[in-house]
C-alpha cells in the first residue's frame, strides 16, 4: 500500500519560514510528478506547486518567490520550503505524487498556521 506522509507544519509567525516534508513508503520516481496542494476552512483545495520526476517546477502566483517545491528521489521524500509566510497561507497542505498510470495518491495533510 502506498502511502505518502507530510510532517513539518504548525504555527508560525508572519514572516517566518517552515519546511514541510512528503516521505513516500515508494520509490517516489514511480511519480512523474508531486505537489503539494492545500485547503483552507471554506475553500476548495488548491494547487500550490508541482514538480515533475526530471525537475521541471510550478508555482500557484500566490507563492511564487517565496516557496520552493524540490524532491529527494534518494530519500524518497519531497519537500516544500516556505518562507515569507502570510496569514493566507494557512491551510492544511496535503502531498500529492501521480505515477506513470495517472493514478493518484494522497497523504493525510499537514495544518500549518500562520498567525502572530
Known amino acids: 500500500q502506498v502511502q505518502l506522509v507530510e510532517s513539518g507544519g504548525g504555527l508560525v509567525q508572519p514572516g517566518g519560514s517552515l519546511r514541510l516534508s512528503c516521505a513516500a513508503s515508494?520509490?517516489?520516481?514511480?511519480?512523474?510528478?508531486m505537489g503539494w496542494y492545500r485547503q483552507a476552512p471554506g475553500k476548495q483545495r488548491e494547487v500550490v506547486a508541482r514538480i515533475t520526476n526530471h525537475g521541471t517546477t510550478n508555482y500557484t502566483d500566490s507563492v511564487k518567490g517565496r516557496f520552493t517545491i524540490s524532491r529527494d528521489n534518494a530519500k524518497n521524500t519531497a519537500y516544500l520550503q516556505m518562507n515569507s509566510l502570510k496569514p493566507e497561507d494557512t491551510a492544511v497542505y496535503y502531498c500529492?505524487?501521480?505515477?506513470?498510470?495517472?493514478?493518484?495518491?494522497w497523504g493525510q495533510g499537514t495544518q500549518v498556521t500562520v498567525s502572530s
Open positions: 515508494i520509490s517516489i520516481s514511480s511519480f512523474y510528478v
Open positions: 500529492n505524487g501521480v505515477n506513470y498510470a495517472q493514478y493518484d495518491y
